[in-house]
C-alpha cells in the first residue's frame, strides 16, 4: 500500500543522528518519528546504553523509508502527527514493510490515536520519552511469549519466523497483527482465548481494547472468508474466542 504526501505530511527534514554506530551496537533498532522532540541526544545515548539503537525523524517519510531499508525492529509515532498521518503509516508499515508501530500518546490525544490503534497500533508509551518505557516495550513487543514457529491446524499453516500464512497450498495476506491473533488462536485451537487475555497481550493500554479486538476478529474472518474457513473462528459470548480445529481439516482446498 502506498501512501501520498498529503496523508503523510513532510515535518521536516533533518536526518536521524547515530545512524553508524549505533545501529552496529544495538541489540534492537527502533525508528522514532517525532517532529517535536527536543532531547534526542540525551535519550539516544540512554537507549543505547541499554543495547538499543534509536533513530529520529522529524519527516515522518524519511522514517518509514528507513524502516523499508530493513533491519528496524519497531517504528515508533508520536500522536502529534495527527489522526489521518498515523493511520497512513501504520497501515503501511504492518501491511507493506511487516514492522511492530508503536504510538506514544500524551493527555487528551485519545481520539487521535484511536484509528491507529484499531488498524494494529499499539499504544504503549506516553511522552515525554522515557528511556527504561521504551526499551520495555520495544522489547515486549519484539520478543513476546516463546512459541514454536510453525502452528498447523488442519489446511492452515503459520510461521511466525516469516509471518507466513498459508491455506492448503495458497497464501494468505494478513497485517502483522492478524497474523499474531491468528497464530494466538491457533496455538490453543478447540479451546476458548479469553476476550481478556488477547486484549492484555495485544492492547495492554488501549483506551477500548474490546473495539481493537472485534475489528481484527472481523478482518481475520473476513479474509479466511475465501478459502470457506471463517467458520472455523467463533465468538463464545462473555468470555472469548476459540479456533475450531474441525472445519480447517474438512474444507476442501485446491488440488484436492
Do not use: C
Not at 503523510?8 to 518519528?33: E, I, N
Not at 459470548?237 to 476459540?242: A, N, Q, V
Request: hydrophobic share 40%; proline share 5%.
Amino acid at each position: 500500500m502506498a501512501t501520498s504526501t498529503s496523508a503523510a505530511p513532510s515535518v521536516g527534514t533533518r536526518k536521524a543522528r547515530g545512524r553508524g554506530d549505533d545501529v552496529r551496537r544495538g541489540t534492537h533498532t527502533v525508528v522514532l518519528v517525532d517532529a517535536a522532540l527536543d532531547r534526542e541526544r540525551w535519550l539516544t545515548s540512554r537507549l543505547r546504553e541499554r543495547g538499543v539503537s534509536l533513530l529520529v525523524y522529524r519527516d515522518v517519510l524519511r522514517g518509514l523509508a528507513r524502516v523499508g531499508a530493513g533491519g528496524v525492529d519497531a517504528l515508533v509515532l508520536s500522536a502529534q502527527l495527527g489522526s489521518d498521518t498515523l493511520l497512513a503509516v501504520v497501515e503501511v508499515a504492518y501491511e507493506e514493510l511487516g514492522v511492530a508501530v508503536l504510538v506514544a500518546h500524551g493527555p487528551g490525544e485519545t481520539d487521535i490515536i484511536g484509528p491507529a490503534v484499531l488498524a494494529g497500533a499499539r499504544p504503549m508509551l506516553t511522552r515525554p520519552y522515557g528511556p527504561a518505557a521504551l526499551e520495555s516495550a520495544v522489547r515486549e513487543v519484539r520478543q513476546g511469549p516463546v512459541r514454536l514457529p510453525t502452528v498447523e491446524v488442519g489446511h492452515l499453516r503459520l510461521d511466525v519466523t516469516g509471518y507466513d500464512a498459508q491455506f492448503g497450498n495458497q497464501g494468505i495476506d494478513l497485517a502483522t497483527l492478524e497474523f499474531e491473533a491468528l497464530y494466538e488462536l491457533a496455538s490453543q485451537h478447540d479451546h476458548v482465548v479469553e476476550r481478556e487475555a488477547l486484549q492484555r497481550r495485544f492492547w495492554p493500554t488501549s483506551s477500548d481494547p474490546n473495539a481493537a479486538l472485534i475489528s481484527v476478529i472481523s478482518r481475520l474472518r473476513r479474509k479466511l472468508d475465501p478459502f470457506g474457513a471463517a467458520g472455523a473462528l467463533h465468538t463464545v459470548r462473555g468470555i472469548g474466542y476459540r479456533l475450531d480445529s474441525t472445519p480447517l481439516m474438512t474444507v476442501a482446498v485446491s488440488g484436492d
